[in-house]
């Protein structure tokens, strides 16, 4: 491969069935079993399957109940998130012995910028290798110039995979999927693509891009041609600083109005602002997330001068926002979010001076 006409090398590692290996490791008497990791909530969903439930269509976010009448043979497990965020940090710390610039993206998956090494294939298979040796636990490894391409190409031969597309590589391999194999478009992207016609990333890729614009408009149209040809601009950022933070909970039942509402709300953001005040972080927009019974979502925000981490400050105004959204249906989910972390407050304009009065340089 002629890395020297690459604008980039970026090589992203995705961690083989994460939460299920690494509870196999705990319980290696479920190997070769269809395992889940679920939550057991008459709401609950998938967490993570092992390949041996995803021959059954068990996979990812499919509702926990659904995942049993597919697979009753299935052993289902809790799940375990701060033994897996333990786990996680031994993997990534791995990536950043082995390399400068490392881009985590979530507990079992990070981008790595290998420009300018000699031999970036030979850095990535050590990195491979290293986090095989040391926690036990595989990976597969999609290598590319783009983080789009080195994404879907970590996927293309799981499990413990190792596969390197230039773009037009990755163009050719996947013109015959669906356009839901990009990251981003989603299940009614996908609909509305079938209904004028494109099933697949080749028939995206070819659609005149005026035709998109008029479909999907001008700024989402041409987004959409553009990574179904795998054009993706990024670099691997080394540090992501999330600019909101949010707490979220989905009823075992639905809830019916406000005053049943409120004490959720409390908890809430006393766990939100709890989060905010230990990291030193304030926001200025503070919103609600309310998702109904008919799986509506709605969001309502409110953006104030001063930025506050303050639990009084935050709760009343997410308890207002829900008092004036006053859900006419019952509620299945309710978030709570402060946004614009870090910002710097709003300054105040100096008042323009009232007629006769004469305006003072301090």
Known sequence: MDYSSWPQVV???DMDAFYVSVELQRRPELRGLPVVVAGTGPRAVVTTASYEARKFGVFSATP???ARRLCPQAVFVPPDFEHYRERSREVMAILHDHVD?????GLDEAYLDLSGLERPRAAARRVKAAIRETTGLACSIGLGPSKLVAKVASDAEKPDGFVELTRAGACDRFAGSSPGLIPGIGPKTVERLTSHGIQTLGELAGTPPS???AWFGHRLGPHLARVARFE???TVQTVR????ESRETTFDRDLNGVAALEPVLEALSARLCETLVKQERRGRTIGIKVRLDDFSTHTRARTREQPTNELSVV???ARELLREFDPSRPVRLLGVRVAGLDEEAVPRLPRAPAAGQLELSL
């Open 232 to 234: 993706d601009e990024r």
């Open 64 to 66: 926990a109940e659904r």
């Open 101 to 105: 610039r490392a881009e985590v993206v």
């Open 315 to 317: 709760h009343e105004t």
């Open 241 to 244: 600083v999330a600019k909101s």
């Open 11 to 13: 090589a992203h590692i």
């Open 211 to 213: 035709a998109l614009a």
